[in-house]
């Protein structure tokens, strides 16, 4: 589920509220948005794939609430790692066009 | 029951000539498509047009077969058996011409596909975030209006009971809209039951519930009970990579013949204990490919810091429905039309059996199905709005809607507990996976009398519409699949049927299902084959 919005890194663009297809941050006037309703977290990852800044975190629980630290997910290159795997940071542009697929779907 | 629309004051209103519902795969291949053939398309989704669905946080295979007699039909024949010899020939043709042209239409419309090591692109997977922003970008560029976050509540119809719009609320504005349109596309998925398999959670049958207050019918409900292996506490259900694991019980022994994907064997194996994966089968090349290919697959196991290549996870089977059954909306013709007049249905939300039958795996089959119908649909329901006229407004307008939207002597419902109740009905292994007569029958009458209870609750309160409308679709799906289910009294494609354990030539038929307070179910023939007997 989601677990963080990083205060030190949203710019309060507000991509989140809009692509969130459950509807679960609420926009707050100049304030970064708030997780309003986690419960209806489907723990998809797409908020963290379209967060142009990498200030969001979904933990891998999809059914519980987890504790996460700020911290130890910026040590670990935790935030916006989704987003660098599936070739949408400035950095990571390669990888959009090497999907392997192929050779684990089509008969060998 | 049916409400004037005038009662619908203090909402934005539009004109269009083709509304869609749904921006998931389907629901945008139908928006372009009506759009190009000339049509003023407005498009809602509930959660966003590029996020929303079991597509866009996924990765899928398409059913994309080169123009080679050979090849084509070798992929025809390939799931014939799997699907219980109900797929129509005809229709597999047209999606997989029609697959292939959508492909390469993606291709130019810069889709980044792979190439292979001789230099050639290879088509047949897409990445659900790649191809869902890219439609988003022709959906606009196409001059569709979207309307995030506005979910449909009800379907609009005239006096001569042909659909005239929808209306829905705008759930972050808090109002309502109001669309005036004289063709629908129904591209609302299927249904997942809110069981948080990847993507699914927008799925709960919504469409299925506004079109049969409409007056629209169902197919293939009994071909509603696919499960996905997840690991135990997340929502990542990726079946393919399981093809390369081994699953064992708590103390480390191998289940037998649950090797590769044998789901049929874990359920039995989860109704008497835990289960454990592993994907120890995979060499370092595959390993690799499979980092590559989803890297959706890993978050769950990076972020627990699990090594699902070395290490056991406890694993359980998620609901996807008829997201990954067959079952949905009756198609009438090519254009993917409806029984109702001016609607149209598209992807998930409509039977898939024309070219799967009674199975299919997800992916493939159901992304090709999505692109084609939604491609049909929206030309048809264009076509559709062009010959009636859009300026021949009809003179009444009426809401279908019911069930939580029109009073009632008791209380509204509350949405959480009708779910769950659904639920407990729908996730259990030993009533849904494996069927039984008696146990159906039993469901049945619990789904029947909750149902019951609905229909005579309030309104619910705007804050709540949404969710109990959920809840109610979610209970009128169980109620088609069940008694479908129990209609089919064999074994056949993904039915399992224990007190009928084999497949029955004399019941080589499609099942239609319908009705709301009184659900019935008929029989249709499936298209003649020559072989079916001596294959089956």
Redesign the interface.
């Known amino acids: 589920m989601i677990e963080l919005i990083s205060e030190a890194r949203c710019t309060e663009c507000n991509i989140c509220v809009a692509v969130c297809p459950t509807n679960v941050f609420q926009a707050v006037p100049d304030s970064p948005p708030i997780i309003a309703r986690q419960g209806d977290c489907q723990t998809c990852f797409m908020c963290e794939l379209y967060c142009p800044v990498d200030a969001l975190f979904v933990a891998h629980d999809a059914n519980d609430p987890a504790v996460v630290d700020e911290g130890q997910l910026i040590a670990s290159a935790a935030l916006g790692s989704y987003r660098k795997a599936i070739g949408w940071t400035p950095g990571s542009r390669a990888q959009r066009g090497i999907d392997q697929s192929f050779k684990l779907t089509e008969p060998h | 029951m049916a409400n004037a629309l005038s009662n619908a004051a203090g909402s934005i209103q539009f004109d269009a000539d083709v509304l869609v519902i749904g921006g998931g795969p389907a629901g945008s291949w139908a928006a372009c498509s009506a759009a190009s053939a000339g049509a003023r398309v407005i498009l809602v989704d509930?959660?966003?047009c590029?996020?929303?669905?079991a597509t866009?946080?996924s990765?899928t295979?398409v059913w994309y077969v080169q123009p080679d007699a050979a090849k084509r039909e070798a992929a025809m024949a390939s799931r014939d058996a799997l699907g219980g010899f109900l797929a129509d020939r005809s229709w597999m043709r047209r999606v997989l011409d029609r697959t292939y042209d959508n492909v390469n239409l993606l291709a130019e419309w810069g889709y980044?596909?792979?190439?292979?090591e001789t230099g050639q692109e290879?088509r047949?997977?897409l990445?659900g975030?790649?191809y869902m922003r890219l439609m988003r970008r022709r959906v606009r560029e196409a001059g569709v209006k979207i309307l995030?976050?506005s979910p449909a509540l009800e379907l609009l119809v005239d006096e001569n009971g042909a659909v005239a719009g929808a209306m829905g609320v705008r759930?972050?504005e808090g109002e309502n809209w109001v669309v005036r349109a004289p063709a629908v596309v129904i591209a609302t998925g299927g249904c997942a039951f809110l069981s948080?398999a990847?993507?699914?959670?927008?799925l709960t049958g919504d469409g299925h519930l506004m079109a049969a207050e409409a007056g629209a019918d169902l197919s293939g409900m009994e071909f509603s009970n696919a499960y996905a292996i997840s690991p135990a506490?997340?929502?990542v259900t990726k079946t393919?990579?399981y093809n390369w694991a081994s699953f064992t019980d708590e103390d480390g022994h191998p289940i037998p013949g649950a090797s590769g994907h044998h789901r049929s064997v874990i359920a039995k194996a989860l109704l008497k204990h835990k289960v454990y994966g592993q994907i120890d089968r995979a060499d370092p090349g595959?390993q690799?490919?499979?980092?590559?290919?989803?890297?959706?697959f890993f978050?769950?196991?990076?972020?627990?810091g699990h090594d699902p290549f070395t290490q056991r996870f406890q694993v359980i089977l998620r609901l996807e429905g008829t997201v990954r059954g067959t079952g949905g909306l009756r198609i009438t013709d090519n254009s993917c039309a409806t029984s109702v007049p001016g609607l149209y249905a598209a992807g998930d939300a409509a039977t898939r059996e024309l070219i799967c039958g009674g199975f299919t795996g997800g992916g493939s089959h159901n992304a090709a199905w999505a692109m084609s119908s939604g491609f049909w649909a929206g030309a048809g329901a264009a076509d559709h709005a062009r010959h009636r006229g859009t300026r021949a407004q009809p003179r009444q307008v009426t809401r279908a809607g019911g069930v939580a939207l029109t009073q009632g002597p008791n209380r509204p419902f509350d949405p959480e507990r009708a779910t769950r109740a659904v639920q407990d009905e729908v996730f259990p292994y030993d009533k849904n996976y494996f069927r039984h007569g008696a146990v159906l029958g039993e469901s049945l009458t619990r789904l029947d009398g909750l149902w019951h209870k609905l229909r005579i609750a309030d309104a619910a309160a705007p804050e709540n519409v949404v969710k109990a409308r959920e809840a109610a679709a979610m209970v009128a799906t169980a109620r088609w699949m069940f008694r479908s289910a129990l209609a089919r009294a064999e074994t056949r494609g993904m039915h399992k049927r224990e007190d009928y354990p084999n497949q029955d030539a004399g019941q080589r038929h499609y099942l239609t299902s319908g009705g709301l307070d009184e659900v019935w179910t008929s029989t249709r023939l499936a298209p003649a084959r020559d072989d079916v007997e001596v294959a089956a």
């Open positions: 509930k959660g966003y590029g996020s929303s669905g866009a946080p990765g295979g980044p596909f792979p190439s292979d290879r047949t997977n990445k975030p790649e995030d976050h759930r972050q948080k990847l993507g699914c959670n927008v506490s997340a929502s393919l990579f595959t690799a490919a499979m980092r590559l290919a989803q890297p959706n978050l769950p196991f990076d972020r627990a």
